[in-house]
Each structure stands twice: as C-alpha cells, then as structure tokens.
C-alpha cells in the first residue's frame, strides 16, 4: 500500500506540491467504456476555486485540468487515468517568513521532524491544494456511479449553525458558503467578514449526503464503508472530527430512541427513521448516507504566534500569505469528491466478491 | 487489500464468528526478537471479558487466548503470530427469533442484502464478539512500542460526563465502568442498572491518550495517522462518530483559540496547549495523542420493535439473548488495542521510510 | 500489504511453523453462498502428504483440515474461512545438528541475517510443510471458479523427461509421481530410489494447465495474470524458475514460429497454436493456461556438506531429518493449488472492474 | 491494491499510452533527502530509446524525463515523485489496419474481450512504450539503494549464446545488443540484420546481476525476494519465463550438485558456488543476485499472419509500423529498472520489519 494512494479498487494516487508547477492524480481501476471527458471534471474543480469571493483565499487558480491517458474517443479505457492540473499563480516570496520559523498548527514542525528537512512553500503538500487533484479523481468516480447523488453543504460555521427546518438544497449554489439556509447564510457573511478582517478564522461543519446508495456496499470489519469514509473524511485537511447518521449525538440517545424500525415497502423495506446514517455494521442499508465533517479553524492567520524557529529557539510568527479565513467552505467540494470516491470503490468491490 | 485484513505494515487479519467453534487474528509484520508469551495478552482479553459485571452482557466466557505461532522460545520470530480464542458460552437458542426477522440497527439487513443470506446466530461476524480477536492482535502491538502508553476511559454514558477536573487515571481500574471519576461513577451505577432494568440500552463516548508518541509518525495523505485512526475506531462495533483532540469543539474555536503555540525545550519544542490532539497535518507532533469515540446504544433491546421479516412482511422482534445495556464500558479495551495497532503499524511505517 | 498474505481480491494468509502445534490459512474476500466443507478440501491434502510412498518425505502427518469459521449450513458466509491442520508427527531432535549450522541451501543462514535468529526446527517457516496451509486454501478457491479445469504432472525428474506423445493423464494418479506418461513413470522409480538410497535428491520440473478460463481476466502491467502466476509459483519452497508457453524456448524462436495465429470460430477465435500459454500481454486468451515449474534438488541430504556455524567457523552439516529425494513431486498439488489461486483472484478482479 | 502500482513500500504507479500525449510515473516511499534530479534519470532512458541503431524500432523520441513534484532544493522530500515523459513521434496512421483486426501474439483481442474495446493505437497500453516510465521510476529506486551495483546484458539472441568464459562487462556499452562477448555481437550483427530484412523477428535472453545486497533482504512466503522479482520480470512485455540463480537448470542437478557450500569469512561466510542465485528461502544470502529473464520475439512482423477482425471473420494482418526486429535488446535497460525496483522496496521492507 502506498502512503498516496486511497482506495482498494477504485485507486487513486496524487501528487504535486502547492507550488510545484503542478498538481495530479492518477485513477486506476475505473470501469471501462464510461464516457468521460474534461468537461466532466471541470465544473467541481471551478465550485472549488480560489479568488471565488472575497472571502475565500485570494490565490487566482484556473485550475484547468487536462486529462493525460485512460480516454480513447470520450470513454474511458479500463487504464490508468492521468489528470494534470498546473499551477499558475504561486506567490513564494510570501512565505519567506515562514521558511525559518514553524506555523503553529500546521504541519511543519511534524514535517520537519519526520523528513528532516521540507518544501516549505506555501506548505508544500500540505496545502489545501492537493485537495484540488482529488476534487478532479472524485470527478472520474461520479462517473462508476450514475445511480448514487452526492450533495454536501456547510450546516455550521464558528458555532452558529443552519436551522434544519430551513432547509432548501437549492440555496447551495445562491451563496458564497454552500449554505442551504438563506437565514443562516446572511448571518453569515458578516460573521466570516469580519474573521477576514480581524485576521482571524472560524471553523466549520459540513454535512454530506448520498441517495441513491443500495443496500449491500461495505463489507465487514476492515472494509466497512463507514470506516472508509471515517478514513477519507479525516484525511481532509484541517479535519478534526468525523460523523455518521446521529454521530456523537447518538452517545446520547436510548436504544429505543436511537432505532431505525422497518415496515414493508414495495421496493425494499422502508425505514421510519435513519439515526444509522444509511449504514449499519458497515454496510449500507440503501438508506440516505449521511456524513458530518469538522473542519478546524486555518492556523494561518495574520496575528503573531508564538512558535520556535528551526533551532528551537523563540520566534513569532505573522502568515502574510493568501489565507482562508474559514477552510471549511471550500472543503465542501472536497467532501463530495471523497464520497463519491469510497462509494465508488466499494460499489465495484461489492461486485468483486458477489457479482 | 483484504476486507478482514488492517494495516500498513504490523497487519492483522481476524477471523471467526460469534457462534463458531473459535475466533482469531493473525499478525504479521511484527518486529523480531520481542518477547512475547499468552501472559503477555491475556490480560487485556480479562478486561474485556462477558460477564464480569451486573452491568455488561451475562454470557461467560473465559476468553482464553493461546498463541499457535510466531513464538520460539518466548520471543517473536517475525513470522505470522497466530492468536486463537475458543468460544465456550454459546446459547444458539437465544437467537430463534432473529433467524426470521431483522434487528433494527443491526447489521442483519444489511448482510442479506449483500450476501443473500447470513450467519444470524448471535450476529456472526458482525457481533461484538469479533473484538476480542482484535483485542488479543494489540496485546501483540504493544509489544512493538514500548515507548508509548495508552490509557482509555469512558468520559461519558448516556449524555452524563465525567468532570475534567476530576479525573484519576487511578480510579480506571475501580469501578465497572473503567472511569476516571469516581462521583460520575457512582452516578452510573444506578443510570446504567436502571437501563438494564428496563431492557433499554445506553450510548457512551470513550476517550483514549496515547503518550511517548514521538513526532513524525504518519505520513502525508493517505496513510495519515489521524485518518488510520479514525478508520480504526469508526470500524469498531457500534461507533458512529470519532474526533482527534477538540473534534468538532474546534469547529467552534477561532484560530487564536484553536492554536497550540510552541516554546523552545530541552527535548524538542514546549507546546502550550493540545488543541490538535497531537497530530498536524497527519503526523504526529509528540504531544499526547488524543481520540474520542462515541458508541451508540446497544441495538438488542428487550422491549419490541417494529421490523420486517425476510419474505418483507410486517413483524416484531425483541430478542431474547444476553446483551449489554451499554456496549461503550467493553469498548474501552478494544479502542486501546487499536490505538495500539494503529501508532505500532505506523512506527514501522516510518521506519520504512525514514529509517 | 501483508508479508504472508497472497491475492488481490481474493486472499489468504498463512501462518504456522513446521514443528508448531499447528498451521493454518484464513481466506478472505470468497463470494458467499458457496457449497464448501472438509470433504471438499480434505483431498487436495492427502494428495500432498508426506508418507504416501517410499518416494516421499517418511514423516506421517494426517493433514486434517477444520474450516472453523465463513461456513454456514454448509455454505461460505462472504467472510472469513479460517483453516486450521494440526501438526502431529514432529521429531525435533532429528534437527538438533541443525540448531547450531547452517545448512546450504536453505534459508537457515539468511533467516538468521535478517531476524537475529530463527526457528530451526524443521525449517520453521520456510519449511515445505506450509504448504499444506496453501493446499487447503487452493481448495477454497477452486469453489469460485468450477468452470475452470486444472491439472499439474511432473514432466522432467533429474534431467529425464517425459514424452509429450504419450501424455494420458489419467495415468497421473496411477503412479507416485504424478506421471502422465507411463513408461516414465516406470524409469523413475529406479532413479528416485536410487537417490534415496544414496541419500542424494533430484530437482523435476511441474507442469499445470488450467483450462475453461474465459479470455479477459489480468489487467494491464501490474496485475497481469502471468506476473501474478509467476510469484506464485516462485514462491513455492524450491522453486527457481517459472515459464508461461513456451517460456525460455520462445527465445529461441522467430517471429512466424512463435505465432499463435487466429480463425473464426463459433465461440470465439479459433486459435491454431498455444506458444502464449494462453495468456497475451498479461490477460487470458481464452486458451489452456499453460505454466511450467522447475524445483531444484532439495538441499536436505544425508552426506556431509561444508558449512559454517552461527559463530562463523567452519563445521560440516548431515541432516539426519526425513527428506524428500525429490520435493518436486509433492510440488504438484501445491502448484495446482497456486494456480487455483491466482485465477480464482483475477476473475473477481475482472468482475470488480467490469462487471 | 492497484492494478498499475508495483511495489510494497517503495511503489509506483504507472500511466499512459502510446500514443497519448505523455506517459509518467509516480513513485512513492522514496526516503527523504536523496540527491535526485533529471539527470540522475535521462542516461538510463537515453540507453533505452528507440531509433538508437537500425537494429532497433525506427521511431524517433527523445524521452526527455521531468520531475514534477517530490524534489526540493536538489534532494526528494519524501512526498510522491512525479515523473512525465511527452510523448512526440507517433504516427497514428501505421496503425490504421489494426484497428479492425487483431495481431496474433498481442494483447488485443484479449484487451477487446476485457474492457470491450481498446485503444489500438501502437498497442496503447499494452506497448513497449510504457517501460520508459518503468525505466524513469527505476532511476529513481537506484538513488534509495546506492550500495548496489546493477548490470543487465543481453546473453543470448535468437538461440545463439554468449560464451560465458569471454565474459567482459566493459563491452556491454560498445555494441548495439548490450552484448559481454565482443564475438557473440559480431554474430549478432549479421543475425538481427537478416532477420530485420526479411521482415521476422527474434527472441532473446537477457541476464541481470545485482551485487552489493547484503543477506535478508526478503521476507518469508509472500514477500520473498525472489517471487517479486519473478512477478516484476514476468510483467515486463514480451516475457515469457524467469529464472533465479540456474533456474531451469537446476531441475537438472543432484542436491550435491547443486549446493551452495560455506566457508568462514572475514565479513560473513564465503560461498564457493552460487547456484542460488544469491536467494535462498526467498531471502538475500548477501551473494550476487542473478535473475534471467526470456523474451519471445515480437508479434509485430511484416510478414501477413492469418487472424480474425472484430466481427470474428477471417482476415490477414500484415502490420507496417515500426516494429523491432529484436525486443530484448532494448528490455536490458528495464529489466535492470525493474531489478533496482525491487530491490529498493525490499530494502525499505526489511527496515521497516527489522530496523
């Protein structure tokens, strides 16, 4: 097992620095004969661009992204596909300060103690913008499952949180913060406004759904769909806490509280409620798959913090760089492209061992 | 990559039902020349054990585990260390009921549907049972890192939490409940009795700290530290929801709140908080490695539930078997064993790589 | 990835030493609902055991197998199918000599280099006796793949060879050598015995034709069905080199010899000639897998060979152990059983992939 | 695990076609703080290119390699390597005729009855072309291995052999066929020229020697040295059988023979013989590992060969690409890639089990 590849049978590896000349992933293990082109991927890299609003980072991305191999006249070939995305706007003069001294709550320091040296630029690979290589593999996943729709949105940003009886999925896209609550989002824009301005930042939660998903993708124990999504999710950057169906919530209800009776459906049993999450001993129960994520506040902020340098001795440190003050918006796209990468694979790993 | 195989480099793969004749593990990848003996295990495999009190299932089993390989005078060979507990206390009969219909919450619907038919007694392989393979695989684990200690303790049942500022890691080993508050303890005696009283079942959240974790463990991505964690517990039996340090606290937090600054030290840098929960970026940072897990309530409760049955008709279940009015108090063996596999797997890892 | 876990989708791991209380295979990722039990298996085992002829290795082992887990009413549940073969006839002081020399050949010297030190009963683990485990495991996989015929025969024992014009083979369990052509067969008892008595060995050379395998299992470059085949089967205790068709004599051909021309067919291509082996840039044509299996001279023999000691000084080293004159003919269920393997793995990975 | 990502610890993935517009690699695991730049990696493709000599392919690339990520300042970070080769000469409308029709001996129809169609243009995946990337990773591996020396020569062509008393590795870089024996080249000459002419092909035997691996490297069963090196040769295009040490050979000698006796050392124990092949239990013994490697002569003639087309009528093909007249020559550069490989990961393997 690579330490850059994810998945088990719907693969994809990544590579490239954020300021490398550019990013990519390469998806193995796609079925064959799916249609497929860049147009396919481009729009959830475009949801997913900087210097989209002022207040998400001010890096101006393209984030063109070419498809390399894997495709012979618009369908996918049953290879490796290659997807390249070149980085074009890298400011590196800003990060000089940060080439001596340790961000605290960045990877840094831990880089630096495992590798003994590290690209410090920009935070090297681990910025956010790897996440824009598995943006584009989520797209190619899309593709192996026609029959599933994946929507996320943020529910929460520092603490204030969506009122769920308020709910319209088609606000998603009317806002600059994926937020389904106009309420909600209204409050939000000075909420995040004035984080940006105080060069400060919030953290945020986002909740991601999958219809669509029939009953029997998972298998048990090491390859439970809950724990693959667990693993994806966490693997986001700046993620602190990962959630299926009720979450921590359900530490706090009753067996009978927290149950998810069945009655008879024509299609299948119809559940009463879905505290599980659309999973149960790690499989899927054809139920919505509902995932919450948390996202931490960005440590790149522009007040000074107290850190050391590379020779243990006291330093401060002030990021002068392009900074998000809440991550967790433009980590909504990335969620989507992880949930729809783990239950592609475990659609075709169900397949491998029951047909 | 198997589905009954986890791991990076110390693997383990489990095997048995419930209800079968034994259950095992089997691990590979560990480091030569450890001592090692059953003595070494079976210790971990007393706490977990059915039985010991009022307050966890009535099912008595020894748990007896004996190591069938691996071994040559006393030390680990480096070859597979196959683990095997036998199963003694099996009442088949308990479970007439469930042949028929579905349990709500468990996995029982969800297996039919992926294999067209299941092992229903006791619940297979999806039972709890299966955790004592994997608690025998940590004893094993810890052995590879003598460095590390681990500690995990319920911090709260049924949205009752223990004090922050009352905790005595001495107190674990005092009460049922393997908690570090002893007036929260008390509280639960009669919060849990009531519980199993009433044939109702509790959620828990176990907390679990891993110290002596150097930095540098985990590697960038895919094999983040974080991210096998959170793997690792969300494929524990009735987990549905894990955090790393502040967890979803920390999206409440601003940056400044958030960040955990550094100081110069003897031994590397003085970090002045843990909001992080000792891993950045993927990679540990040396401070103590936190993880929380929340257990929903037990879904085997007394009273009836509303279900279907297999041809899809209407029905009730309530099932008759022995079962844990909360299943969290058991969990906390089993979080501490796979912490222990986890953070063992990655020290290798590293190893690998950076020698 | 395990060291001891073989497969991509279907796979099993092996563990247990040759002088243990036992060995055993767990098998993960079979299709479920699958008829299996001992009796399916148990064959396979006693075409391998040791005591059968004079021939053959004069240890009595039963091999009896116990499935203890991934059965159910007589079929495979989809998970787990631990194997279990108890060890019963071991004379560890046969290899007393042993503790302290080095015997060439083996893996003695080079187990100590890696690990320290080494289970030197019997081989430990390098001892052919783990391939019963492996010969167990075949047994499962043959269930995946009933459309799938395999055979395997010694065609070359010490240099004399079969002849391929009066190849029967049903004469292969008519003799102790596994010989599709009599006459031989007949040849060969004077040469093995001879070896035997003059407490020398001889290598052979194993040949195994799967056929009913469809075209289009392996994928391209590194799960390519030969690649894959080839491990397997080099890494069988003893064996030095493997070949696919006409293997090394491919190198000697041209371009129009080497042809496997096509024709219509009603089934598909009717193809004139098999120099491929059927297998063409790592995928099945469709035609008779044809591998071939050399295993050199066992290394065990009863004259006095020149080595050194664990102190490095130079000592002489006679096992006085029971050995086979020729470990080639137990080789035979052994590579059927790999064969098995392989394929039955390489048609879930075809169906993971495309349906 | 990934159908194009090779390797256990050190691992990489592969990626395009033929006559797409790049081909490329990532490489994985690679230790941190190597000396790694393109021209650490370009010698090892020059020695590779088409068009070298009239002995070889016709076509013109130059292969110039570029790093894309993993490198800073002149050394790797750890981090994955990404490695891209464009693509320049191809001449799509030599292909034209195959489009319709399979060429015996390639992978096409097996790719056809896989995936369900292909990309046929230049073989696409299934071409020679695809081992430049392989070639590029290798030159990356030999940087993690300095302590090994590698050299691969062609040692026999169309049946006609090397002498192997006028062995002398100096000449391999003097004539176009990798070739040790200065008379064997001069054969060769006028053997590969004929055969070019009359529009034939030839197969050929390519021999590799690792010095400098010191003993255990390797683990038992299924990670044994020799079974990956088995499986990395065997995946090479065109290979039909792998040899370790005498290989088939070896079927042909007695235990006496065939030993591989030990005298003591000043720096571990003298072999006076290396039947082995410098592995023994699938574990480095610290000799010279020697693998030999069989390659079939190229389906691609000139000469019409009988087949069907995708409508399973009968048809002729008479291919009138660039073909080469002899593949195994220009496999020497990557069967060493593959053998660096290898034994990289296998370095990277023992340390992390061994320390």
Redesign the interface.
Known sequence: ?????????L?F?????SH?????A?V??????LMLSESDIQPYLDARRPGQSKFTTQRQEPDAVRI???I?EG?T??????LMIENVDQRSKDYSEVAKA?R????D???D???????YRGG???SAR?TAARVAAGGVARKAIPEVSIVAYVS?I??DAIDRSNIDLSEIDRNPFFCPDPAAATRWESLVDD?RKAG??????VECIATGV???????????L??????????I?AV?????????E???????T????????ED??QF?AN???G????????QPVVVRV????????L?P????DRD???AEIRTKGRHDPCV?IRGVPVVEAMMALVLADHK????????
């Open positions: 097992m690579s330490w850059n590849t994810f998945g088990r049978v693969r590896t990544t590579w490239g620095e490398g000349p550019a990013l990519g390469v193995d293990g796609c079925p064959p004969g390399l191999s894997g012979f369908r070939t049953g290879t490796p596909i290659s340790y605290p709550g960045h990877a320091y831990a880089y103690a495992k590798y003994g040296f590290r690209d090297g690979r681990s790897e929460e520092g603490g984080a400060s930042s919030l953290g945020a939660v029939p009953a029997g993708w998972g298998a048990p124990i090491y390859a439970k809950d724990a693959d999504l667990a693993a994806a999710m966490m693997g950057n602190k806490g990962v959630e299926i169906g009720d979450g921590f359900a530490a706090k209800l009753t067996g009978e927290n149950a998810d009776p069945m009655r008879p459906g299948g049993p009463t505290h599980a999450g999973i149960a001993g790690g499989i899927s129960t054809g948390a996202f931490k506040p960005t440590s790149s902020i007040t913090v107290e850190t050391i243990g001795n006291a967790g075709l790993l169900h397949r491998a061992q029951c047909g």
